[in-house]
């Protein structure tokens, strides 16, 4: 039996003088609040292929974080805690306050931040390709981790990232990496109150999987899942597999009800 298929539209939503561009992917589920996919550095294009395995039984919103992609803010943020009070701001606009949230690489920064800050905000929360542990904190070291996979991910992967890059330019991108680095997840996700689904790709150098593991640890509830293949950019590159993943875990109706802990897909 075929899927069926998701209905996309996309809008443009002013929020206390920040521009919003947002991705709006299938329907509400009853009990079941909103989706909301974060993208590393770039718009959340490349999120896309994960949101429409999704988005048959659930709401999903994919924005352009401030400063990435089409949106634009009054001014540019440079800390970790200012891009999740944006994404706060833009979850009681346009999510009633509370989603599932799901981030990606420095996605998954704003989300635990976020989450942190506000633990109403999140129901359960998914991290996929967590950045940065401790010897990765240095752009030296970061940049021989992305080297490291760059013939690992889709070479469309590219394309995407460099029409993000074009719409917003490199500024942002540069003030968020330095904001990545600077940033302490390992105490964040201590913080948490919410289930944690940790994701990785089995190929992926930048989340190493004693990171993934101290993450874990530290969390008061969080499992860990690897998907076999992949590298960095799970979300694009093995969006069915991971989706099998966060569907289980967010508990998305025809599924198993139970968010028993994943195991590793392939």
Request: glycine letters at 6%; proline letters at 8%.
């Amino acid at each position: 039996m075929d899927k069926p298929v998701s209905v996309r539209s996309d809008y443009r939503v002013t929020v206390d003088d920040t521009v919003w561009n947002v991705r709006a992917l299938g329907q509400p589920a009853p009990s079941l609040p909103t989706i909301v996919m974060v993208a590393g550095l770039g718009s959340g294009e490349y999120l896309l292929p994960h949101a429409e395995e999704l988005a048959d039984s659930r709401h999903i919103l994919v924005p352009d974080m401030p400063g990435f992609g089409h949106s634009r803010g009054p001014r540019r943020l440079r800390t970790v805690d200012e891009f999740a009070e944006a994404l706060l701001t833009f979850l009681d606009a346009e999510a009633g306050g509370c989603a599932d949230l799901i981030g990606n690489s420095f996605g998954t920064q704003v989300v635990l931040a976020a989450a942190a800050r506000r633990p109403s905000a999140a129901r359960r929360v998914v991290l996929v390709g967590p950045t940065f542990d401790r010897s990765a904190r240095s752009y030296p070291r970061t940049l021989a981790r992305w080297l490291a996979i760059a013939t690992k991910e889709p070479p469309a992967l590219g394309l995407s990232l460099a029409r993000s890059y074009l719409q917003s330019g490199l500024r942002t991108p540069a003030l968020a990496l330095r904001a990545a680095m600077n940033d302490l997840p390992e105490q964040r996700i201590q913080q948490m109150r919410c289930p944690v689904l940790i994701v990785r790709g089995a190929a992926d150098r930048i989340a190493p999987m004693p990171w993934v593991r101290e993450l874990q640890e530290r969390a008061p509830d969080a499992h860990i899942a690897e998907v076999a293949g992949a590298a960095h950019t799970v979300d694009y590159a093995a969006p069915r597999q991971l989706a099998a993943l966060t569907r289980r875990f967010l508990a998305i109706p025809g599924e198993a009800q139970e968010a028993a802990s994943p195991t590793t897909t392939r």
